[in-house]
């Protein structure tokens, strides 16, 4: 999602540099910095979400609780990110809140893992085991 919105962000500079040249005019600083700034954030973002996503497959096997933790808090961190790009101007359509119910669903199912009980998931029984 991360990658989508950092197109999405480049296709909308690039658009509006067209526009700007082709009418004689200039794109302001201020507003590129802005959205070159909302670009690296959310590259940062799918790094990030890169790094915690392989640590949950690591650690998939065992019963710690960091990897969901983190994912946890990744996905609030995104949606805040999330919730300020669409405040902002530049947010270039309603994508956005497909993105917050993605994070919304990885924060529940995160907390549903973190409440399950630890034992196995096929038990041994007297008849499995000749």
Known sequence: MSGFYAYTDISVINR????????????????????IAIIAVFCVL???????????IVAR???????????????AAASVLIVLYITTKSSPGG???SALGLNAL?????????????????????????
């Not at 067209?18 to 009418?23: F, K, L, R, V």
């Not at 096997?61 to 996905?75: D, F, R, V």
């Not at 990885?106 to 196995?120: E, L």
């Open 61 to 75: 096997l065992s019963t710690a609780k960091a990897p969901l933790l983190g994912a946890i808090i990744l996905t």
């Open 95 to 97: 994508v956005e809140f």
């Open 106 to 130: 990885i924060i529940s199912r995160c907390a549903i893992v973190m409440r399950m009980k630890k034992v196995p998931a096929y038990p041994a029984t007297a008849e499995w085991t000749h």
């Open 46 to 56: 799918a790094l990030a979400y890169v790094g915690v996503g392989t640590w949950n």
């Open 16 to 35: 509006a540099m067209n526009t700007a040249t082709t009418s004689g005019g200039y794109i302001l600083g201020s507003a590129m910095s802005h959205a």
